[in-house]
């Protein structure tokens, strides 16, 4: 028997997924609605699926660039500048990724040094702070609070710089609270990374589903490009998650970096993603448009029904998550989470799975069907009037 520890340490330290975890007990459930996983319940729009099938069909299917197929890599540098006005080399400033939990991780390996530190926003996306450590460097938490909106703030970002910290990780609209920044509240924020010569990472996955405001990616603020790590992807806004693709736009150098780590661990996204990705951007926007237009109906009878039952929540400014209060039932995220699956067949995610701060919360994803929603609502009413009145 071996004597040397056969894991490292740092993921034999590292907990696992808390949505895995609680999503394991859903397995073999019958009648179960699920309202818990971040997948649109949408089918990718038949032109794009349309289109991969007919790239198969033509022989595309072999390696592509390291880098990505350049007519995506066009596509992606035309739809930034329409849309934002920001400009990018296609050759030297943009890696398309395996999704954008792929761009997140190579930015991280690329820009740390061990030891180095990483601001993160809690409560956060599962994987932010891990992926960090797997880099060799430290996540420090900055608590958000209910109080303050779930939003940070550049005197709370000041507070939790120190010498240091190297970047800090930003999303936005947030996965799982659903909030968003304003143009004004991230200039704000800019200065104060500016000042303090701060990296960004910014995952804006969700910038298309933003409902109350337009979205203003980062690297357009003033002096924020040359520091911007820009990620984006297909998977909400064209539910194409399972097709994995995304991509990340930044300075040369950094690209040049984060591509020699992508040449020897992935070295391409597969051809026929990124061939139905090149259609997502070039083809009609229409169903698109209509998927965005039922998030937001499903956000106003999500809100109002939660709200209604007696589950105080704040309303989310983008993405497709509810993030309610479940203190006034006197339970904790975990035991609420467990006993509406157990008792009502309807799942949820405790608050817990993204952080501490996330205690006495749930997150809910509408990103279901608005006949799936209100019964998932009506019993959540009946368990809600049994275990917390």
């Not at 601001?119 to 994987?127: A, F």
């Not at 995220?333 to 157990?342: G, N, P, Q, R, W």
Request: net charge positive.
């Amino acid at each position: 028997m071996m004597k040397k520890n056969l894991i490292s340490n740092v993921v034999q330290n590292m907990k696992p997924s808390g949505i895995r975890a609680f999503f394991d007990l859903v397995l073999g459930m019958k009648d179960v609605i699920s309202l818990g996983v971040g997948e649109p319940d949408f089918v990718t729009p038949w032109h794009i699926r349309e289109s991969s099938i007919y790239s198969i069909e033509e022989g595309y299917t072999s390696y592509t660039s390291n880098k990505g197929l350049v007519k995506l890599r066009t596509y992606i540098a035309q739809d930034l500048k329409k849309r934002f006005g920001l400009i990018y080399d296609l050759n030297d400033e943009i890696l398309v990724t395996v999704g954008v939990s792929e761009g997140v991780d190579v930015a991280m390996r690329a820009l740390l040094n061990p030891g180095e530190k990483v601001l993160v926003c809690s409560p956060c996306y599962v994987s932010y702070g891990p992926m960090v450590e797997l880099a060799g460097g430290v996540p420090v938490y900055i608590s958000l609070t209910e109080k303050q909106g779930f939003k940070l703030t550049p005197k709370l970002l000041e507070k939790n710089i120190t010498p240091d910290v190297k970047a800090i990780m930003l999303n936005y609209p947030c996965n799982p609270t659903g909030v968003s920044y304003t143009k004004k509240e991230l200039k704000d924020l800019c200065k104060i990374i500016v000042k303090n010569d701060l990296l960004v990472i910014s995952d804006e996955v969700y910038g298309d589903l933003t409902y109350d405001f337009d979205h203003t990616a980062f690297p357009t603020l003033v002096n924020a490009r040359e520091r911007t790590v820009y990620l984006n992807g297909f998977s909400k806004t064209y539910a194409m998650t399972g097709w994995r693709v995304g991509y990340v736009c930044g300075p040369k150098e950094i690209i040049a970096a984060m591509t020699k780590i992508h040449q020897y661990t992935i070295m391409c996204a597969p051809i026929m993603s990124q061939m139905a990705a090149c259609e997502a951007l070039a083809g009609s926007r229409e169903p698109i448009d209509e998927m965005i237009r039922e998030y937001h109906r499903r956000r106003e009878f999500v809100v109002g029904r939660l709200n209604e039952i007696g589950l105080k929540c704040h309303k989310p400014q983008g993405a497709f998550y509810a993030f309610p209060s479940i203190k006034s039932c006197g339970l904790n995220s975990v035991d609420f989470a467990s006993k509406l699956l157990k008792e009502k067949r309807v799942a949820v995610v405790p608050g817990t799975a993204f952080g501490p701060e996330g205690e006495g919360f749930i997150r809910i994803s509408y990103a279901s069907s608005f006949d799936h929603l209100k019964e998932a609502f009506d019993r959540m009413e009946e368990f809600i009037n049994n275990k917390c009145r």
